[in-house]
Structure formats: C-alpha cells, structure tokens
C-alpha cells in the first residue's frame, strides 16, 4: 500500500503565502506524476498544478504566475508553493501521486488539507 500526508494548510490573508507538502510512503517502486487538485465547497474537484518525474509542470490558468510546484524524487514528495492568494484560492487541496508498485500501476490521493483565504 502507500499513503500520501500532505501538510502546510491553514488560514492566511489575501496577498499571503502558503505551502503544502505531500509526502508519499509504502511500497514504492517509482512515482511517474505527481500534482495538487482543489475542490471548493459546491464545485468538482480540478487541477491545481502537475509535475512529471522529468520536471515538466502544468498549471491551471488560475494559479499561473502566483503558484509553484516542485518535487523532491529522492523523498516522494511534491511541494506547493502559493503566494498572492486570494479568496477564491479557498479550497481543500489534494496530492496526487501515479505510482508503480511491484507491478501495478495506479493513482493514489491524500487525504485534503484545508486552505482558507481570508478577505
């Protein structure tokens, strides 16, 4: 099995910084992408930002210039960070994590963790 635990949520003003951290354990062969989605009360869960293994980043248009993503291979661990938020940033974030595992291939989640952007 793996787990994904993703941390550095919290409240913070609009204009502020935040950075989330999503580490990935257990039965790790290699982790291909790795990325955060967001889902806001009443909406569908959408793509925050991804990262492959080979460092190619893909970002929704919304967060473009304001958030950035990074990894660490070494640890599993894929890396938020988001500066100039604004309230409509408000939104449980999920890690996300494609994993190869002995021979099974699949996408694991974490468990959210809350950001609120006050006004």
């Known amino acids: 099995q793996v787990q994904l635990v993703e941390s550095g949520g919290g409240l913070v003003q609009a204009g502020g910084s935040l950075r989330l951290s999503c580490a990935a354990s257990?039965?790790?062969?290699?982790?291909?992408?790795m990325g955060w989605y967001r889902q806001a009360p009443g909406k569908q869960r959408g793509l925050v930002a991804t990262?492959?293994?080979?460092?190619?980043?893909n970002y929704a248009d919304s967060v473009k210039g304001r958030f950035t993503i990074s990894r660490d291979i070494a640890k599993n661990t894929v890396y938020l960070q988001m500066n100039s938020l604004k309230p409509e940033d408000t939104a449980v974030y999920y890690c996300?994590?494609?994993?190869?595992?002995?021979?099974?291939?699949?996408?694991?989640w974490g468990q959210g963790t809350q950001v609120t952007v006050s006004s």
């Open positions: 996300n994590a494609n994993v190869v595992s002995g021979t099974n291939y699949r996408a694991y």
């Open positions: 257990g039965n790790i062969r290699s982790i291909n992408a």
């Open positions: 990262i492959t293994s080979g460092n190619y980043t």
